[in-house]
């Protein structure tokens, strides 16, 4: 079996983060109406360097890793124009890298359970180094979940996001979607900022049934993905009369 650190690095890294960072991450699904956890201005005061670790993804969605860099990217462009000194997703990854290749694998070739003691090390590794060389004050964890929404009509909301679900106009019930989650923490895994973007449906309806959109339609539109970054960090990034009192 090849060991999954290396054959599946995006997935193995949320563990990481979590294990080095968090403890347990962002395990359900944010409801602040501000996404701000601490008032506004004390996060500006208190945050500068933010670590942007590489993007997860929670659920069964299949996601490319051109949209995934794609999120990181525009999340750092959006961050860094802000005024935040950003220390990108890339770093991230290629520190986990050295040190899950360092480590031998974390993964029983033959039950395929994981070795947690040697993977809390290496997860320890992660964090000190991180903490070492870029003394943040934040780690901004972007993630892509598949969550249920509600429709009416065909008329789905979710996360500032407004989509008609395909084949369903007279027809009200539910429908899977994605959306990214941007959550940022300080450096003892305390929540700043939460926010949901929706990016798209995930299911359509034919012939009365809901029935997954392919796979090769899932964030073909970039436009949905780029407004979904937008929004996930609109206030985060915004000027202070931009800020909705």
């Given at each position: 079996?090849t060991?999954?650190l290396?054959?599946?690095?995006?997935?193995?890294?949320?563990?990481?983060?979590?294990?080095?960072?968090l403890?347990?991450?962002?395990?359900?699904?944010?409801?602040?109406?501000?996404?701000?956890v601490i008032?506004?201005?004390?996060?500006?005061?208190?945050?500068?360097?933010?670590?942007?670790?590489?993007?997860?993804?929670?659920?069964?969605?299949s996601?490319s890793?051109?949209?995934?860099?794609?999120?990181?990217?525009?999340?750092?462009?959006?961050?860094?124009?802000?005024?935040?000194s950003?220390?990108?997703?890339?770093?991230?990854?290629?520190?986990w890298?050295?040190?899950?290749?360092?480590?031998?694998?974390?993964?029983?070739?033959?039950?395929?359970?994981?070795?947690?003691?040697?993977?809390?090390?290496a997860?320890?590794?992660?964090?000190?180094?991180?903490?070492?060389?870029?003394?943040?004050?934040?780690?901004?964890?972007?993630?892509?979940?598949?969550?249920?929404?509600?429709?009416?009509?065909?008329d789905?909301?979710?996360?500032?996001?407004?989509?008609?679900?395909?084949g369903?106009r007279?027809y009200s019930g539910?429908?899977?979607?994605?959306s990214l989650?941007?959550?940022?923490?300080?450096?003892?895994?305390?929540?700043l900022?939460?926010?949901?973007?929706?990016?798209?449906?995930?299911?359509?309806?034919?012939?009365?049934?809901?029935?997954?959109?392919?796979?090769?339609?899932?964030?073909?539109?970039?436009?949905?993905?780029?407004?979904?970054?937008?929004?996930?960090l609109d206030?985060?990034?915004?000027k202070?009369e931009?800020?909705p009192?």
């Amino acid at each position: 079996m090849t060991d999954l650190l290396l054959s599946k690095p995006r997935t193995i890294l949320r563990l990481a983060s979590l294990a080095a960072f968090l403890g347990l991450g962002c395990q359900t699904t944010p409801t602040h109406q501000d996404p701000f956890v601490i008032p506004r201005q004390q996060f500006l005061d208190s945050v500068n360097t933010v670590v942007v670790a590489s993007v997860a993804v929670v659920g069964q969605l299949s996601v490319s890793d051109s949209t995934l860099e794609l999120v990181e990217r525009l999340i750092e462009e959006r961050m860094s124009d802000a005024g935040f000194s950003v220390v990108p997703a890339s770093e991230y990854v290629a520190i986990w890298d050295r040190i899950a290749g360092s480590a031998g694998g974390f993964f029983d070739p033959y039950t395929g359970e994981r070795d947690e003691e040697r993977f809390e090390a290496a997860a320890s590794l992660l964090r000190d180094e991180i903490m070492e060389r870029f003394k943040p004050d934040a780690l901004l964890y972007p993630e892509i979940w598949e969550v249920e929404v509600p429709f009416t009509h065909g008329d789905a909301r979710w996360g500032g996001m407004s989509q008609l679900v395909e084949g369903a106009r007279v027809y009200s019930g539910n429908a899977l979607a994605a959306s990214l989650f941007v959550v940022v923490q300080d450096t003892l895994g305390n929540e700043l900022y939460v926010k949901e973007a929706g990016i798209q449906l995930l299911e359509r309806m034919e012939l009365g049934e809901m029935t997954p959109i392919p796979d090769e339609e899932v964030f073909s539109d970039t436009t949905w993905v780029k407004a979904a970054v937008q929004m996930a960090l609109d206030q985060l990034v915004a000027k202070p009369e931009q800020v909705p009192r």
